[in-house]
């Protein structure tokens, strides 16, 4: 075999490995955080990002279980962004789920970014609600701003 041979080859067997690893990746129209999804809406177990931006700060929030069983703990991803202070807060400190009869739980946990910075993101866990409410929401009361944000989510029969 001679040398062109070899490059033709060499050639062909990398084109069929790219086509075989495009075909047979899976593909996802949905981007990253599910902005595309309608409010309160689940799709593929995956449910929509909240974002509020007030003041200097933005806040996102997305539950990421909210699981029937009532021994797995109730999580969700949160992250909060600016480009003039430092994010100070104490995540688990400033943050109660409300369900939809008004009634408040504590937090269980923040495993995310320490305090300071501008950028910080974390899972804050609670325990789950039982029995499970029409409702919930996240709420955060930031030091210094006057007015809570709330995010909410519908999730009777899911």
């Known amino acids: ?77 949160v992250s909060f962004d600016t480009h003039s202070e430092e994010v100070n807060d104490d995540v688990k400190n400033i943050s109660v789920l409300r369900d939809s009869n008004g009634k408040e739980y504590m937090s269980r946990e923040w495993k995310g970014d320490p305090p300071g910075g501008h950028h910080r993101n974390g899972i804050l866990s609670f325990s789950p609600i039982v029995p499970r409410p029409d409702s919930i929401s996240l709420v955060i009361k930031r030091f210094g701003e006057e007015k809570e944000r709330s995010f909410v989510w519908d999730i009777k029969g899911r």
């Open 1 to 77: 075999m001679n040398k062109t041979n070899v490059i033709v080859f060499g050639s062909i067997f990398v084109v069929i490995g790219i086509f075989i690893f495009v075909i047979f990746t899976p593909f996802s129209s949905e981007k990253g955080n599910n902005k595309d999804v309608p409010f309160g809406e689940k799709r593929a177990g995956v449910w929509k990002t909240q974002t509020e931006a007030r003041g200097a700060v933005e806040v996102s929030v997305r539950p990421e279980n909210l699981s029937d069983d009532k021994n797995t703990e109730w999580t969700f991803l």
